[in-house]
């Protein structure tokens, strides 16, 4: 007999620690992950972890052999700005990787006879507003909008949406046995910050680099200007986002892709955030120009009122909160040590 599982990619990336974490705290043991790095040793202790690349076909192979997976978080990626250096790298990783588990939630779907469900965050690069004017007429995107990404990985996110829809309604809908259908499910993420880690690769990264360098006593030059304004969340929101969109009724959703957001800062807000607590922290502006063009056709905030209303979704970190209870005490105590 196979153990039932689920499967986490990406894991030992931001958001995979995080909610590896949650998952685990909530007595969820049953977990298989997969990662091209090594899980951190507290973790990899109580699951069960697989070293390799989400694109190793003979690898998930071995994974599929052993387990019966239930549930798929599918958090591997090459984020915005590491994918514009490594086009087709990413394109790789982010859409074939994808199609790939895809492919592998539908064949489980299949001999299970029932719908696995495959978590997937997209993020706000799906978006692409084509100038500042535009940016300012239209403050709270909504899911149907501006669906124009300028990035790779933009791309790639807003393609792998498709790609789950149609795996999920359509998938051999010309066969006459038509399969059991795996259910997709996803949430567009702003720009995450974690107390715990620091991004690597996106472009929201301007954010949790500033607090971070703030709390080690390190001076920062943000690449874009003071006026940039994208939306932020918290990590624990962030997980929480996945996991309450997992647990969610089918028949309550009425899409299969959501925004989610928590609060809007401009780089220069967030810098006065950082000096409320950290008021000796030296940050300076130096624009890239390049980045900063990313960052300016992301919305400077998401309207997330369908994910509220369809599955109750709702931050528990506002700004004040996020810096208070959560980055702020958890940060100095990180550096401290
Ligand atoms: C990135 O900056 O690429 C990511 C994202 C906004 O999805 N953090």
Redesign the pocket.
Known sequence: MRKKTTLITGASGEIGDALIQKLLKEGKTNLVTLDIRPLAPEISRQITHVQGDICDQSLLARIVSEYEIDAIYHLA?L?????EFTPEAAHKVNVEGTLVLLNIASDQSQWQGKPVKFIF?????IYGLPDLTEKANFLHVREWEWNNPR?M??SN?LYCEMLGIYFSEYFRQLASDRPVMLDFRSVR????ISAFTV?S?????FGPEMLHAAAKGEPYACFVREDSR?PFMAMPDAVKALVDIAAAPRSALSRRVYNVTSFSLSAGEFRQWVLKYFPQAEISFEPDIKRND?VDS?PADLDDRIARKDWGWNPDFDITRSFEEYLVPNIKMRYQK
Do not use: N, V
């Open positions: 990626a984020l915005s700005t590491r994918a965050p997209s993020s706000i690069a990035t990985y933009g996110k993420f702003p720009g995450l991004p690769g996106g472009t929201s990264d994208i990313i992301w």
